[in-house]
């Protein structure tokens, strides 16, 4: 098979780290062909800290992805997110020598804009136009071909921290891989999850992530706003470690099987008993305490969250409401709790519009949705990774179903030598 029907992507966050090897299909779907999923646990908000720990993850994530899809990964797309992350708008003009208005003309502004002065220690990942003027004519979406003199643009600048793009980057060179780019995650996020219809007319997207919540907001098709919260699940966590006095791993478990995010719904009549620590007595938590003990912190996300739509000036447009994907999307009652504190609709997005129809559910979940954005990404941007030699013949899943694997884990998996590459 030719190297540019494969594309590769490593989605680096805060509780996990997944690869992806995906293949595009003649209908334009994707098959995803390997997907390895590793506990992170040298990441803090979305930022790398600690380099060893998250180069280990990394490459466990990939040897399990090579493994499901027989493939080496080269050239991979890799999402950025982080409380560094900001944006901000400018425009830029020019005088147009001939009076048509050609696509060099509309580049050369979007590289100007490239170029913008920044603070020491910043750098611009994504530059997205907004409109065009032409002459006296605003809102302009697509000026190529038209006549006039002076064209103008709106552009929304997404800028990140040079040190926190380059240990990125030296994460994933010391695995022996190649970053093909940055793509920002909740950009990524939209992409796997946002029909055209909400895109046009106006929707907040929120990747609820294990160390930030990531927001985009889109009208008439193009990013609007984009921003990062320091804040994601695992301060749910250690509240409900802290209110419980309970171990974290446990307060973990607690909120995955039984908590909620509306207080108010949630059972009075039922207790959860978690073992005492080291031989201490059994505590009873109460499904209600825990449920508020949840709600009180994601309100205050939730706050966060309707600051950055408000900042938008898109508050009034969103009449697609709002979708919420990552692993958070995933907690019980809070599309209610969502839609009871700003108003607006709500939805959890799955990541399966782009995925090819016999894909497993274990794949298409809100906490896959950024890697699998990065991998529709990729492929948008014309480039994929490549393979190395002996590895052009896609060899035969060993030990199961591509779902199988990741619910039952990889230990039992490595450790048995025909299953290598």
């Not at 179903?401 to 048995?416: A, C, Y």
Request: proline share 3%.
């Amino acid at each position: 098979m030719a190297k540019r029907e494969f594309i590769s992507a490593i989605d680096i966050g805060t509780t996990k780290i997944v690869a992806m090897i995906a293949r595009k299909t003649e209908d334009g779907k994707f098959e995803i062909l390997g997907m390895g999923n590793a506990p992170s646990s040298g990441v803090k908000r979305g930022v790398v800290v600690h380099i060893d720990e998250t180069v280990s993850a990394i490459e466990l994530a990939k040897q399990q992805a090579e493994e499901q899809a027989g493939y080496r990964m080269s050239e991979v797309y890799v999402g950025i997110a982080g409380q560094h992350i900001r944006s901000m708008k400018n425009r830029n003009s020019k005088y147009l020598d001939n009076e048509e208005i050609t696509q060099e003309d509309v580049t050369y502004l979007h590289d100007q804009m490239a170029k913008t002065p920044l603070d020491p220690g910043d750098e611009i990942l994504h530059v997205i136009p907004q409109s065009y003027i032409v002459d006296s004519e605003t809102d302009v979406s697509k000026p190529v071909g038209m006549s006039g003199r002076m064209l103008e643009a709106n552009f929304h600048l997404v800028i990140g921290k040079v040190a926190s793009a380059r240990n990125i980057s030296k994460c994933i060179e010391r695995v022996e891989l190649k970053v093909k780019k940055m793509i920002l995650e909740p950009l990524a996020s939209a992409t796997a999850v946002l029909t055209a219809d909400e895109r046009e007319a106006g929707v907040v997207l929120i990747d609820i992530g294990g160390g930030t919540t990531d927001i985009a907001v889109f009208y008439n098709d193009v990013v609007r706003h984009t921003a990062v919260i320091p804040f994601g699940g695992n301060v749910i966590t250690n509240d409900i470690k802290e209110g419980c006095s309970i171990l974290l791993r446990q307060a973990e478990s607690l909120k995955v099987q039984f908590g909620s995010a509306m207080g108010d719904t949630a059972a009075d009549d039922k207790v959860v008993t978690i073992p005492g620590i080291s031989g201490r007595d059994a505590r009873e938590i109460s499904f209600k305490n825990l449920a508020y003990i949840i709600q009180a912190r994601m309100e205050e996300i939730l706050d966060a969250v309707n600051y950055e739509i408000e900042n938008s000036g898109y508050a009034e447009k969103v009449s697609a409401g709002i979708v919420i994907t990552g692993g958070g999307a995933m907690l019980k009652g809070l599309p209610q709790l969502i839609k009871y504190k700003t108003g607006y609709d709500v939805r959890v997005g799955y990541p399966n519009q782009f995925l090819v129809a016999e894909t497993d559910a274990a794949i298409t979940q809100p906490l896959f949705s950024t890697g699998i954005g990065l991998i529709v990404e990729g492929s948008l941007g014309g480039a994929t990774a490549g393979t190395r030699p002996g590895f052009g013949t896609r060899k035969k899943q060993a030990g199961g179903t591509l779902k199988e694997k990741i619910q039952t884990g990889w230990l039992s998996f490595f450790n048995d030598e025909s299953n290598r590459l």
